[in-house]
């Protein structure tokens, strides 16, 4: 597995990433500059990390879907290569065409960062396969605009293809209520592209791969990928 | 401000400058200051920037151990960690601002922080909050909270730090003062610490960041005055942070730093490019010439004296190695920041500034800042308050009724909706942190890169004790931190302070600041924990009301093996509980008499700083053997509310003895110092006992933890349903509120 790690201006949980794909490889991912126009050859993964790239100052995201590194990045998933975009890098994927629908201000518009279950809605995905499907998993969020929204038509696909990767749910599974931080339709938490090559979520699966650090709940998620293909 | 013209006695009081300390300015340099002079003269000489009312008093603390690198004096303090690594942190006071305009008063409070400490080339790891607000129900506080809460989390969440900890309480005598301190932490390789000193001369110095507006002039200025009814038209002096810039800067100067080109650095913040230029050089006994047409400026037409008083945020000077231009011009511009060369140092020990070609400041560079009035303020000591028998203080209400009132109360409540807007997970390291358990823990547990090491950090203060008395509060303070660090299982290292007071002109606020400094300095000396790093905000007064005196201390402990590290939770039922250290029921400056009697009276619990010492090196030795399960410091609501806190964090509930040579409510609510409570397997808790007694540190068996229930002998009886929703609701029911 070979990844590339792309660094916006503003980026700030690139380091993490990066730790937790060595974590589950073995392998050093390579940091990629956003102004550079090519992917290294032999990329199989993308990563765009969290962050503020730009300051969010525009819409989140807006800013680095235009970064002359998305347009190589563009064509890798359309070659059907793995993208993985985290958070910010989730709101970069919807502002840059490869994700339907947007990230909203959260419900209550404040910022917030907790320990947050998920539900894995299925595990036969290049990034789920080392979880079982319908799992429940504990990760962090840390956002203050993770609130997906998007119009019916499209919910209705994403929710008849099977792309909904993960949905905010309780600990003992149960989606609804206060177990939603952000207001997102139908709990969404991340969802895949059409041909299951592009994930984008929220949450924080790279804050969680270690006991003495919450846990290793995120890190089949890496694992999945380093030992897709 | 423009302006041409004589210097009148209105301009010199306009500047913040007595009379007197304008006729020592023009002893100094032997004529009338031109305009531009003066606003120096004003930048360097104010509280903020000279210490003027504090200094001889500082002298007077404990700055050295062989683990000190730097003591107080530079950006930040730095102590050796090991394996070649220094932790650099520092605490700065952001109050003013704050309360002026809470969202980026707060926020460049935050940024400001971070700058001294990667100034001196660490990478930061953590920071943390002190945070004092008013009544809960004054009209201004929910705006007060919210913002400065946003700001926190706009600020540290962008830039890419864990905010990880912190104190937050709530005093009227804050109403029209708030306090927000912040205090940040990073990591550097010891060989690798970058300094403000500048040596060589012609050596080209350069502008980095973001460039120069007409913003925060003057804040310096404002920060040293007491507040008066309009403080609400200062707010043209709060800077708006950038923590994007900030970021960028960071990156770009760490990458600088590596090439070896950085001969020394300062970052602008109160008093900009004054104080940061003036410092340079003072401390490398060198001049400095700056040209002004170089700055880089946000708007057009900007004097010098706007350019070199404005407060602008994300910016650093740099003394550069003169061969080293090219190659640091282009990290900078990599990163989309300005780049300029303003200036070179000289020999003559001068500061001049040029402008449009023509001289506007030619003063002795030395002088602004040691030459600064330096004053022995007079003092009034405060009186000492008689101690309180328990026996004195009736029992307003029911036990459990009183416990329910302390866990839902301003200062013992769930700080979550505040600590929630923090990413305090970010970078991966945190063990103990708000999102990781509430109620938290004593102090808050980083890992150091990927370990084993860890460092525990925390910062807090009991304002109640230091007003009831100078001297054993500011014992206190000190010993909680040392406390809530040894609780974690860490080794406490070193000291940052935030010394929060009234307004020094007041002999009683004095009288104050004098017995917190001798009582802060004696319990350092004797825990061997040193001041390192500090920050002196004065004039904190608003209409003629002082705030109490609010000596913030952070401390910065270490833990070889971060995985041994203790937490508060409760962690199974079965398991023993053990009271380490004696209770003798101490009710004075208590929070139960003032929040449920309505009586703020009595000598505060007395230190006894070898007791202290002996307990938490015993508990520290238990922590690292893994002999103890759970391990809480008593404070604040006293054996009641610190039981209650292991119960809520790991949702067990448990079952105490209680003394008949006590009254219940003394017992339960008494916060007599140096004591943990802690929980052990019940088959080593008679071994753990046996021991503690033979070093002569108190210890009792008081109980068993299980059940969901917190049964105190037969007084007391209380659900932990009833405490979580008493202890989760007081500040979003708070902040929910839509009446103003």
Redesign the interface.
């Given at each position: 597995m070979n990844a590339a790690v792309i660094l916006f201006?503003?980026s700030?949980?690139e380091?993490?990433v990066c730790?937790?794909l060595e974590h589950a490889s073995g392998k050093a991912p390579r940091l990629i500059w956003h102004g550079e126009d090519t992917l290294p050859p032999g990329t199989d993964l993308v990563v765009l990390p969290?962050?503020?790239s730009?300051?969010?100052?525009l819409r989140c995201g807006a800013m680095a879907a235009h970064s002359p590194i998305m347009r190589a990045v563009a064509e890798h998933a359309a070659r059907g290569g793995l993208v993985l975009g985290i958070c910010n890098g989730f709101q970069i994927l919807v502002e840059s065409g490869l994700l339907p629908g947007i990230l909203m201000r959260n419900a209550d518009l404040?910022?917030?960062?907790?320990?947050q279950h998920l539900s894995v809605e299925r595990a036969d995905t290049p990034f789920t396969a080392q979880y079982k499907a319908g799992q429940v998993i504990k990760v962090?969020i840390?956002h203050?605009e993770g609130n997906y929204v998007t119009d019916d038509h499209t919910l209705a696909r994403l929710e008849g293809d099977g792309r909904i990767a993960f949905r905010y749910c309780d600990a003992r599974g149960q989606i609804g209520g206060a177990a939603n931080p952000n207001g997102s339709l139908n709990d969404i938490a991340g969802i895949y592209s059409d041909k299951f090559n592009v994930l984008g979520l929220m949450p924080?699966p790279?804050?969680l791969?270690e006991p003495?650090?919450?846990g290793t709940d995120g890190l089949p998620l890496f694992q999945s990928l380093s030992q897709y293909g | 401000m423009h302006h041409s013209g004589r210097i009148t006695p209105e301009l010199v009081a306009a500047h913040g400058l007595k009379p007197d300390e304008y006729q020592r300015l023009l002893a100094l340099i032997g004529r009338e200051p031109s305009f531009t002079e003066l606003g120096i003269f004003s930048a360097m000489w104010n509280e903020h920037c000279s210490y003027k009312s504090s200094r001889i008093h500082l002298r007077k603390l404990p700055t050295k151990a062989p683990w000190v690198i730097q003591g107080p004096g530079e950006n930040a303090g730095v102590i050796d960690i090991g394996d070649g690594l220094a932790c650099i942190f520092k605490m700065e006071s952001h109050n003013h601002p704050s309360y002026i305009e809470p969202h980026q008063g707060a926020a460049t409070g935050v940024g400001g922080i971070l700058r001294d400490v990667f100034t001196m080339g660490a990478r930061p790891v953590a920071t943390l909050d002190l945070l004092r607000f008013g009544a809960p129900d004054h009209p201004l506080m929910r705006h007060l909270i919210a913002g400065v809460a946003s700001g926190i989390g706009s600020y540290g969440n962008s830039f890419g730090v864990p905010t990880v900890g912190g104190s937050t309480k709530f005093d009227r005598r804050y109403n029209g003062n708030i306090l927000v301190n912040a205090m940040a932490v990073g990591i550097a390789r010891r060989d690798e610490i970058f300094y403000a000193k500048a040596t060589g001369i012609g050596n080209p110095i350069v502008y980095l960041g973001s460039k120069t507006g007409r913003d925060g002039i003057h804040g310096a200025t404002m920060a040293s005055a007491a507040f008066e009814a309009d403080a609400q038209e200062k707010r043209p002096t709060v800077q708006v942070g950038d923590p994007f810039a900030e970021k960028l800067l960071l990156e770009a100067c760490l990458e600088l730093m590596r090439t070896g080109a950085v001969i020394a650095i300062q970052d602008m913040g109160a008093a900009g490019l004054t104080s940061s230029a003036v410092e340079m050089g003072a401390k490398g006994n060198l001049g400095i010439a700056l040209d002004l047409d170089a700055v880089p400026c946000r708007e057009p037409g900007m004097s010098a004296y706007e350019m070199l008083l404005s407060e602008s945020q994300e910016r650093m000077l740099m003394v550069l190695a003169p061969d080293k231009e090219a190659e640091a011009e282009a990290i900078f511009r990599k990163w989309g920041l300005d780049f300029a060369i303003i200036g070179k140092t000289i020999a003559e020990p001068r500061f001049v500034i040029r402008h449009h070609g023509e001289v506007k400041a030619d003063l002795p560079i030395k002088e602004l800042g040691d030459e600064a009035p330096v004053y022995d303020r007079p003092s009034v000591p405060t009186p000492k308050a008689a101690p309180l028998a328990p026996e004195t203080v009736a029992a307003p209400l029911p036990h459990n009724e009183a416990l329910l009132r302390l866990i839902g109360s301003a200062d013992l409540a769930s700080k979550r909706w505040i600590t929630e807007q923090y990413d305090s997970l970010i970078l991966g390291n945190t063990i103990q942190g708000p999102a990781t358990q509430d109620p938290g823990g004593d102090a808050a547990l980083i890992r150091l890169g990927d370990g084993p090491k860890g460092l525990a950090l925390t910062a807090d203060v009991t304002q109640r004790y230091c007003e009831a008395d100078p001297y054993e509060g500011g014992k206190q303070a000190v010993a909680l931190a040392w406390r809530n660090l040894t609780a974690v299982g860490a080794t406490p290292l070193a000291v940052t302070d935030n010394l929060n007071f009234g307004n020094p002109e007041n002999p009683h606020v004095m009288g104050q600041f004098i017995g917190c400094l001798e009582g802060i300095g004696e319990a350092c000396r004797a825990l061997d924990f040193p001041i390192v790093s500090g920050n002196v905000s004065l004039y904190n007064a608003s209409e003629g009301q002082d705030i109490p005196p609010t000596p913030a201390i952070g401390g910065v402990g270490l833990l070889e093996d971060a995985s041994r590290g203790a937490t508060l939770a409760i962690k199974r039922p079965g398991d023993a509980i053990l009271l380490f250290g004696e209770t003798h029921g101490w009710l004075g400056a208590s929070v139960y008499l003032r929040d449920l009697c309505g009586r703020e009276e009595g000598a505060p619990p007395p230190v006894d700083l070898a007791v202290e010492r002996r307990h938490g090196d015993f508990l520290r030795g238990l922590i690292e053997n893994r002999a103890l399960t759970a391990v809480h410091t008593l404070s604040d609501g006293g054996l009641a509310l610190g039981l209650a806190k292991m119960a809520l964090a790991g949702g067990i509930g448990a079952r105490i003895e209680l003394p008949e040579s006590l009254p219940a409510h003394a017992f339960l609510f008494g916060e007599d110092q140096a004591r943990y409570l802690a929980t052990a397997l019940p088959e080593k808790a008679e071994a753990i006992r046996l021991e503690a007694e033979a070093q002569g540190i108190p210890c009792q068996l008081i109980g068993t933890t299980g059940s969901s229930i917190l049964a105190f002998g037969e007084v007391a009886s209380v659900g932990l349903d009833a405490l979580r929703e008493r202890f989760d609701s007081f500040l979003p029911e708070l902040m929910a509120k839509r009446t103003f």
């Open positions: 201006p503003g700030n949980r380091k993490d730790r937790a969290g962050g503020f730009y300051g969010d100052y404040r910022f917030i960062c907790r320990m962090a840390a203050g924080h790279e804050n791969i003495i650090i919450g | -």
